[in-house]
């Protein structure tokens, strides 16, 4: 395992329709992070994973989306109704904590397009 | 609220020059404090982390350091390469490890 991955690498859905995003750690990682990035701006929280306990969700995130992390392995993140507003890059992060403050580690990011 | 600030506006130098990045924080003390690379395209890499009791860090060209007093941390780079171009982000622990970020800084290194 080398590392996190993230498919699709990229993805243009027309708005209103849904899509989902699936993320897979780094296989020893208990923590799992999505975040969403717009141009200019730094990594935005969305929510986290702890196994496959769900721990917190961003306020912002609006009840359009929804996350899940079957079995505490793989993730996906799922947007209903997409609105051009959420076009962005949705990066996924993961980590082990079970030592300590270790660093986490990143996928390549799905891009988002909604036309 | 929990507020992260990093310079807005982009760092331009000459190669061979030290870059200075700062990272502010407000209500909030963090335990430990990260930064990250992170390149057009791709997600954030893991540089350096400094925790509340070291005053400073370093990594080969990488230095960090880390005020709990002025609630700031600075990221140094010495003798600047037109490859240490990117964005640079910091992350103060925002306790449970859960990790936040600043918006980022961009340098731009000129050969």
């Known amino acids: 395992d080398t590392g996190v991955s993230q498919n699709p690498r990229h993805k243009i859905t027309k708005r209103g329709q849904n899509v989902t995003f699936r993320c897979d750690p780094i296989s020893e990682h208990n923590r799992l992070y999505w975040y969403r990035q717009t141009l200019g701006q730094g990594p935005e929280f969305l929510t986290y994973?702890?196994?496959?306990?769900?721990?917190?969700k961003s306020r912002l995130l609006s009840d359009r989306f929804s996350a899940e992390r079957p079995k505490g392995s793989f993730s996906t993140l799922e947007i209903q109704r997409t609105e051009q507003g959420d076009s962005a890059m949705y990066l996924c992060?993961?980590?082990?904590?079970?030592?300590?403050?270790?660093?986490?580690?990143f996928g390549q990011g799905t891009r988002l397009t909604v036309v | 609220s929990q507020k992260i600030e990093q310079n807005s506006e982009a760092l331009n130098i000459q190669e061979g020059k030290t870059a200075t990045l700062t990272c502010n924080y407000t209500?909030?003390?963090?335990?430990?404090l990260q930064w990250y690379r992170q390149d057009p395209g791709r997600g954030p890499v893991f540089l350096l982390l400094i925790r509340e009791n070291e005053k400073e860090k370093r990594k080969e060209r990488l230095k960090v350091t880390f005020d709990t007093t002025l609630k700031q941390s600075l990221f140094h780079i010495t003798a600047s390469q037109p490859a240490d171009s990117a964005t640079y982000l910091c992350?103060?622990?925002?306790?449970?490890?859960?990790?936040?970020f600043g918006a980022g800084t961009r340098l731009f290194v000129k050969a």
């Open positions: 992060a993961s980590r082990r904590t079970d030592r300590g403050n270790t660093e986490a580690f």
């Open positions: 992350a103060p622990d925002t306790g449970g490890f859960k990790t936040i």
């Open positions: 209500n909030y003390s963090p335990a430990y």
């Open positions: 994973f702890q196994n496959e306990a769900q721990l917190e």
